[in-house]
Every structure is written in C-alpha cells, then in structure tokens.
C-alpha cells in the first residue's frame, strides 16, 4: 500500500506540470494503476496527507471521477465497497475545505445509489448524528477528530437528493424509511448547533456552521414528506433558533459600524443590487434562516395538522402568487405573523439598542421572505419603519434598510400595494433628507418599484424626474472622475423610468384625447434629462482651466445613453435641438463612446440604440454640425472629433467584440454611410468611415470564418456596402491585407445566398485582373478549368450550419438586411468594361452564366 501511494502521488505531481505530453503520460498510468483494488484507498490517503494542496485536490479530483465510474459496476454488497465508502466518509470529516468541496461529491455519488435508492446503508445517519455531536466545535474546541462543518456539510449531501428522487405526481407517494429516520432524529443535534452557536460571537466558520444547519432542514422541509415530520416542532425553530438569527447582535453592530454599505448588502432579505443568488462562500446564517422561513411559510396546514397531521409542501418560486381560495391557512397566516406581530415598532432613543430595537429589526427581516402573506396592516407598518427618523445621535438606518429590503422583496413577489404614491412619497422624501450612502440603497428600491409598478408609475414620473435630479446633482463631481455610487443609482433609477414613459406612451389617438398633459410631462421630463446631462458632461471654460481633461468619465454611460435617446425622441422641430443643447451632448458623448472599451450586452445595446436615434435626427434636420469639428470659441471645452467620427470610432471596435455587437454594429454601418447627407466637403469623412469599417469587418471576418456563416455573412456585408461607396478605396484596403483580402471576401461572397454566381463572376473578373499578362497566351477551356478549380476549392472548405440563435441574431439587422446583389453588380460590370478596354476578354460560358442570373443586364455585355 505504501509503494502504491508513493507512486500514484509521482504520477499526481506530474498532472500538475505544464507540459502536455508529460500529463498525458501520467493520466494513462494512473489509469492503468486504477484497476488495482486498493487504488482508491490510496488516493483517499493522498486527498487527506498529500504533501501540498495541489497534490490533495488532485487526488480528491482524481477520486471523484474515478468513483462515477466505479458506481456503474460496484458490487454493492462486497466488504470492499464497504471499507470505501467508510473511509470516503471518515476522509471527508477531516478535510480540508478546498479538498472537502470535491470529496462531498465523490460521495454524493455512493449517497444516492446506497442510501437513498437501496437503503443499503442504514448507519450512516445514526453514525453522522453521533459525529455532529461530539465535533470539535460542539466540545468547544476540544482536540475532536471531526470537524463539525465538515460533518453538517456531509449530512446536508446525505439530505439533499431526496427532494429529487420523491414522485411529484403521486398523491401519497411513499415516505422513504431513511428519511423519515432522518427527518425524527435531525432536529436534536441541530437544536444543539443552533443553541451552541447562536448565542455567541460569530466569525466565518461558525456562520457557515449555522447556516449548513438551517440548509439541512430546508432540504428535509421542501420533500414535503418531510416537512409532516418537521412541522410539529416548527413553533420551536421559530423561536429558539429562525427568529434569533435574524435580530440584531453584537457582531451586527461591530459590523455596521466597521462597513455600513458591506453590513446592508450581506444582511438585507433582499439583494436590492440584483445578487439574491449568493455563492457558497458567501452564506450567512441570517439568509439561510430566510430562505428556510420563507420556504416553510407557505406551507398548507391547519392548527389540527400542526400536531402531527398531513401536509403538503411548496418549494418557494420567485414570482409565485396564491390564486384563489385557499383550502387550508398558511403556516405563515397560522404562526409566523402573530408571532412577529408580537414585537412593537421602536419609540424613543432609549429603546434603539435595547432588545425592542433589535428584535423589530429582525420582523422587519422576517417579512420579507412571507412574500405571499402580507397584509395592508403588515405593509404599512414597513413604510412606517422605512421612515423612521434617527433618535437623537442614534442611527436607525438599519431598520430603514431592512424594511427598504423587505419592502423590495414583496414587490418582486407579486405584493401589489394598496395604492403606489404613498410608497413612492416615502422613498422619494427619504432620498431628499439622507446622506448619499442611504439615498443609493433608496434608489436601488425605487428601481424596482419603477419596474412593478409600471404604468402605475408612470403618471407620477414627471415629479420623480425632477426630484432625483435635484439631489444627485449636487454629488456629481465639479472635476472629470467616477461618480459616487448615489449619482450611478440616480442615473439607473431615472433609466428605468425613462424606459416605463416609452412603454405607457399613448398613440397618436390617445395623444388626441390626452395631448396637453401628456406633452406637458413629456417636455418636464425631457427638459430635466437634458440640464443633468449638460452638469455631467459640459464644462465651463473657467473649470476646464483647473483640469486636465476634457473628458467625463465614462461612469453610467449605458444609462446616461438611455437619457439622452429620450431627449433625441422627444425633438419636433428644429428650435428644440438648440434649446436641448442636442449638438454638445452629441458631441461629448461621441467622443465619450469612442474610446469605449468595456463591452457587455446590457450596457452597450443602449448605445447603439442611441446611435440610430441620432443618425435618424441628423437626416431629418439635416444637423450641420453632425460632421464637421468645433471651432467657435464658446464650445473650446468640448471635444475637436466629430460626431459621426466618434460613432465610426465606436461602431469599428464594436464588430470585434461578441456576436450580438458584431451585428449591431453592421447594422449602423449602413446607416452611417447612406442615411446621412453628406456635401462635397464631408465626403472625406465618408471615404475615412468607408475604409475604417472594411478594414474592421474584414479583421473580424478573418478570425471566424471557421465558425457558423450566420455570425460572418453580415461582415461579408458591410464590406460590400462599403464597396457600393468607394470601390477603389475598399479595393485597395482589402488587397493590402497579407491574405489578398479582396479574393478572400469575394469567395466568402459566394456562400451567401443572391450572391453565390455574383461571387463567381467576381473571382473570375479579378483573377484576370490580377493575372493579365498571361491571360492572352491562355485558352479558354485552361480559364474554364483553373476556374472550376478555383470554385471547387472554395466550396470544399468547411462551412459550419448557423444554429437557431445565430439566425435569429441575424434578424437584428434591421433596416441593413440584405445588400442587393444587383447594386454590386453594376459596379462589378464597370469593373468588366475596364477589362475590356485593356483587350481582356470573358470567355463566353462565364458570361453566359452571369446572364443567366442577371438577365436584365444584357444590354452592358453588348
């Protein structure tokens, strides 16, 4: 055995090398040792004693894979799988947690086919039950050989695939013997957990411990079966240990005075900032304590089945609502709320760090995981607490940020609040009279009271619009630098109600009715987007003195994109330009965008989209200053760039970020090169886009021509859009590639459909082009099979199917679609005439087939 793990820990030290040949060599033999029966047992001692992490990971990782193949052909019964699942067991009590991570799922595998499904293993819970209990944490950090994490992680492996593995569909289906053992003896240790643990100081071990435990009974509660053996003693959890895990404690005060911001963000029932789905090295006991009340809340019961009788139970879904009437009242209606109505509201500044301040903090925690419960009482006792003022110097801003989070919570839940504007009042006072630390976490709720509330909302926007705009005014910096979080959350929640005005716009028949208050809020709305927009981004030239950029930071461009659309949309006529101040935003923001380097869909989709509002605007007021540079001495704070350059500038980075930007992107570059009117004197800036966008698709062509022809055919495209403007520049831009671009985009040409006989013709015109002095010494049947060679060498390469996402991507095109084949074609005849008058001639056949396909270009071959 000795000589085994010496040679598989070599064999493991030599996975962890760099070289590939050297890896593989030691994988065959570890795979060649693996079929020695004591091969696992070596790597267990390897996972557990090796002589560096690295090499125990290997070999839990080894171990892993490994036992999924065993499981397939174990023989269950044999005192060697026996022996193994034991020492898997003992092994993972005593890991440590980078190893014990791998090991758990080594040992879910031998778990579900011996414990759950044959009930082969009947010691293993009374033998967890027995480690649980005399671990090192539970004898007070006595010399122990368990760690008692390391035994609650593997009891909450050994619980968790019953949820899986119960038939939904049957009625009564039967209670599996193992879990019901489980379910009648799991409460006693964990009562002991919860009792050690809760009433002391935590630091991470000891939060994680508890939370393990409050994850073990959530998984047992949600089989349903289990929740009739756990709800007798639901009364007890609830009060010995669910609700003293969510009131205020000592380390909750070390904490919020170390980090307020740090202390809201792990403590709140609601992630306000969309991260509810926390990771496994970032529970707290307090949010497992949530999710468990929240799951066992909306169970089905009656004051006679909480003795002992049937239930059923309903694994809690974001979104779920209670439709009808009930049959039975909820375990929540039954219990949890009279219970938590037994706590007052604090009163006075003496009572703020008493035990009524710190338990009231904890209801407040407790409601928002009842998200189908909640009563107008209940509701408005929570805008009562988020608008309870500070007690002399005594700071209340948790429980303001408790009920912010728990009023978040029941809102994306379905809550719908008796009326919305006493809601909105609360939020919206309360971001007038705080710091900006509380008004960021105010307008991270009034986000998402923007998105339920919706047309709800949206009558009251006007009024919202201005009042945000006056407080995170005066936080935005005087000088270039990124923006306190209070103007980043100002900015997302005016975004949202931008885009909720879009939505419950009326049409023009509803305008007719509606016209003057709708215009009046409009006008409001748009006015105050555009004096926070100019604060933002245009400079004085006194300030500018003081620094040495002209540039605004790039802070919320998504959303300030998002603003300034809206302003765009809102222009009717020429004089609304001036006044909005549209040309100097355009302007900084072009040059703000040009230098865009972030790339993430839901970010940048807002600025393309502002884009094509834009280049619409320039078309229909034919904007001089869309082209041009500034250079009147009342803007020299503003960018010398233009804004069609700034868009070019973006647009060309753009095609090589990820597929959906790639397309985006083409799709503007058709309405940057034919939309816009360009004069005599800006046709450089035309020829400059031209250029820049061919050498930009082709560049992004080349790196995924392998891939599906629906992520290259709208680069393809551009190019040939490009062509249709300047065919000599794209000619030349393309040949200058060192894999004779031009070639390589025509034979990309002929994959696509309406171009596959004009891609064709383009390799035959060009070859001769470019071969023109032996072309007179060639016959016409060589041309005809150094043609068909040519043709067969392009098909032959491998051309992968789009999938159905890439087709639908493609949709996104818009207003680029399809490039006609028969504008390219013109001027691929005049290309053809040029031939002819060097005395190049087609032969016969060719032309005979280009006229096959394009009839109505007989007269240009004559």
């Not at 013997?177 to 409460?187: A, F, H, N, S, Y």
């Not at 930071?553 to 300034?564: G, R, T």
Request: a negative charge.
């Amino acid at each position: 055995m000795e000589t085994l793990i010496a040679e598989v820990s070599l064999l493991l030290n030599k996975t962890l090398c760099p070289g590939k040949a050297v890896v593989s060599a030691a994988t065959e033999a570890l795979d060649r040792l693996s079929r020695l029966p004591d091969f696992p047992l070596s790597l267990l001692s390897i996972a557990t004693g090796g002589e560096s992490q690295g090499q125990r990971m290997a070999a839990a990782t080894y171990l892993k894979n490994f036992t999924r193949r065993y499981m397939e052909g174990r023989s269950a019964g044999s005192d060697a799988h026996r022996e193994f699942r034991n020492r898997l067991v003992q092994a993972s009590l005593c890991a440590e947690p980078a190893v014990l991570k791998i090991l758990v799922e080594a040992l879910r595998f031998i778990v579900v086919a011996d414990f759950v499904k044959e009930n082969s293993w009947p010691e293993l819970f009374p033998e967890l039950k027995s480690v649980i209990q005399n671990s090192n944490l539970m004898r007070d950090g006595s010399n122990a050989q368990w760690k008692t994490i390391n035994a609650l992680t593997i009891l909450q492996t050994t619980v968790k695939p019953f949820q899986y593995f119960l038939d939904p569909q049957l009625a009564n289906p039967p209670v599996p013997m193992q879990l019901e053992v489980i379910t009648e003896g799991i409460l006693e240790p964990l009562q002991n957990v919860f009792h050690h643990f809760l009433e002391k100081k935590f630091d991470y071990l000891k939060e994680r411990i508890v939370s393990l435990a409050f994850d073990v009974i959530a998984h047992v509660s949600e089989t349903g079966h289990g929740w009739k053996l756990v709800s007798p003693h639901f009364s007890l959890l609830l009060e010995s240990a669910i609700f003293p895990a969510l009131v205020m404690n000592e380390k909750d005060i070390s904490e919020w005075e170390g980090d307020a911001e740090e202390y809201i963000r792990k403590n709140l029932p609601s992630e306000l900032d969309d991260m509810s789905e926390w990771t496994a090295d970032f529970f707290t006991a307090r949010k497992s304590a949530i999710s468990l009340l929240g799951i066992i809340s909306i169970s089905k019961g009656s004051p006679v089945l909480m003795s002992g009788g049937s239930s059923s139970s309903v694994k809690r879904k974001k979104g779920d609502k209670r439709k009808g009437k009930q049959q039975f009242n909820s375990i929540a209606e039954l219990l949890v709320i009279p219970f938590l109505s037994k706590f007052p509201i604090p009163s006075d500044a003496t009572a703020v760090l008493s035990r009524t301040s710190q338990d009231y903090n904890g209801v407040l925690m407790a409601y928002g995981s009842l998200q189908d419960e909640m009563s107008a009482d209940i509701y408005y006792s929570l805008l009562k607490a988020l608008t309870m003022p500070d007690l002399g110097d005594v700071s209340c801003y948790p429980v303001r940020a408790s009920a912010a989070g728990a009023v978040a919570e029941l809102v994306q839940n379905g809550y719908v609040p008796p009326d919305w504007l006493p809601l909105l009042q609360v939020v919206i006072k309360r971001t007038t009279d705080e710091d900006g630390n509380e008004s960021s976490l105010l307008y991270q709720l009034l986000c998402i009271i923007v998105e339920e509330g919706h047309e709800k909302v949206a009558p009251h926007s006007s009024a919202i619009v201005s009042t945000i705009a006056s407080v995170i005014s005066k936080f935005i910096p005087p000088i270039p630098e990124p923006w306190p979080q209070i103007v980043e959350w100002g900015f997302t929640a005016l975004a949202k109600i931008a885009k909720v005005w879009e939505d419950v716009m009326p049409d023009e028949d509803e305008q007719n009715q509606s016209s003057n208050e709708y215009k009046s809020g409009w006008h409001a709305i748009v006015r105050t987007f555009s004096g926070l927009l100019q604060q933002a981004w245009l400079r004085s030239p006194q300030a500018m003195e003081v620094v040495t950029s002209t540039l605004p930071p790039p802070s919320c461009l998504d959303n300030a994109s998002v603003l300034l659309e809206f302003i765009i949309q809102f222009v009717t006529e020429l004089d609304d330009v001036k006044q909005l101040k549209i040309a100097e935003l355009l302007l900084v923001w072009a040059d703000m965008i040009s230098d865009w380097d972030a790339w993430e869909e839901v970010e940048d989709i807002a600025i393309f989209h502002c884009i094509q509002e834009a280049v619409h605007l320039h078309e229909k007021y034919a904007l001089s200053s869309f082209f041009p540079r500034k250079g009147s001495a009342s803007a020299s704070s503003l960018p010398q760039g233009s804004i069609i350059e700034g868009f070019g500038a973006f647009i060309s980075k753009a095609m090589s970020a990820y597929p959906s930007a790639t397309l985006r992107a083409c799709s503007c570059t058709h309405l940057l090169l034919h939309f816009p009117k360009f004069s005599f004197e800006t046709e450089c800036v035309k020829q400059s886009l031209a250029v820049a966008f061919t050498s930009a698709a082709f560049s992004r062509f080349k790196e995924i021509r392998d891939k599906p022809v629906a992520m290259w055919r709208p680069l393809l495209l551009v190019i040939a859009s490009c062509y249709l403007c300047y065919p000599e520049y794209v000619e030349k831009t393309l040949e200058e590639d060192e894999e004779k671009g031009f070639m390589a985009w025509i034979s990309g040409l002929t994959r696509l459909k309406g171009f596959d006989v004009l891609g064709m013709y383009f390799v035959a015109v060009f070859t001769l082009d470019s071969s023109e002095d032996d072309v007179h010494e060639e016959t016409e049947q060589e041309f005809l099979d150094r043609y068909a060679q040519a043709a067969n060498a392009i098909e032959c390469e491998t051309v992968l199917e789009g999938d159905v996402e890439d087709e639908v991507q493609e949709l996104e095109l818009g207003t680029f679609g399809e490039v006609d084949p028969h504008e390219v074609v013109l001027s691929l005849i005049e290309k053809h005439h040029q031939l002819l008058l060097r005395g190049v001639v087609l032969p016969p056949q060719l032309k005979t087939g280009m006229l096959d396909a394009f009839p109505e270009y007989d007269y240009l071959f004559k």
